[in-house]
T-cell receptor, first 113, second 110 residues
Framework: DVKVTQSSRYLVKRTGEKVFLECVQD?????MFWYRQDPGLGLRLIYF???????EKGDIPEGYSVSREKKERFSLILESASTNQTSMYLC????????????FGAGTRLSVL | GQNIDQPTEMTATEGAIVQINCTYQ??????LFWYQQHAGEAPTFLSY????GLEEKGRFSSFLSRSKGYSYLLLKELQMKDSASYLC???????????FGKGNQVVVIP
């Protein structure tokens, strides 16, 4: 079974703090993704990565950065958290190939106060 | 750009059949995915279509018409545990990104 693990289920941070969200997958997948999910807006792609040290902007990258130093780990960084970044954050990974099915972690619900 | 459209909510009775529609407009097409997401949980993969026609997997079937930019997910013999949001996602040609619809909330009642 594919396992995508996000380090925290719930996080509460203060405005202006630097926040790290960690994601680890154990299936040697090349591709990793960070989404946020908000009511009425669905899943929106923040950043993704095809390989180690490689990153590409998704649809809403502003206010975020990412790091992929090892193949199994993809980190999302909020340099200075703001209240409008309160959301559910979902990490996913997929194997490079014809179907490219994305497998998701359980999510981190972040509240920025 | 990509535009994925799904109805927002529907209610159905246990044991019934429900059809969830998805229409899309994308710059290139390389597959359509359906995911199920229970409240507070991760989306889980249900089905994948890349060619026209029906794919059947137990109680769930998914249909695709590329010329119409249309797909549906058919849930048969509804069970209470099928109450969830169903997400349609499209992959554009030549990339690994998915564009997701906003999801369709299905509520199953006794």
């Amino acid at each position: 079974d594919v396992k995508v693990t996000q380090s925290s289920r719930y996080l509460v941070k203060r405005t202006g703090e630097k926040v790290f969200l960690e994601c680890v997958q154990d299936m040697d997948h090349e591709n990793m993704f960070w989404y946020r999910q908000d009511p009425g807006l669905g899943l929106r792609l923040i950043y993704f990565s095809y390989d180690v040290k490689m990153k590409e902007k998704g649809d809403i990258p502003e206010g975020y950065s990412v790091s992929r130093e090892k193949k199994e780990r993809f980190s999302l960084i909020l340099e200075s958290a703001s209240t409008n970044q309160t959301s559910m954050y979902l990490c996913a990974s997929s194997l490079q190939g014809s179907k490219n099915i994305q497998y998701f972690g359980a999510g981190t619900r972040l509240s920025v106060l | 750009g990509q535009n994925i459209d799904q109805p927002t909510e529907m209610t159905a009775t246990e044991g019934a059949i429900v059809q969830i529609n998805c229409t899309y407009q994308t710059s290139g097409f390389n597959g359509l995915f359906w995911y199920q997401q229970h409240a507070g949980e991760a989306p889980t993969f249900l089905s994948y279509n890349v060619l026209d026609g029906l794919e059947e997997k137990g109680r769930f079937s998914s249909f695709l018409s590329r010329s119409k930019g249309y797909s549906y997910l058919l849930l048969k013999e509804l069970q209470m545990k099928d109450s969830a949001s169903y997400l349609c996602a499209v992959r554009g040609y030549g990339n690994n990104r998915l564009a997701f619809g906003k999801g369709n909330q299905v509520v199953v009642i006794p």
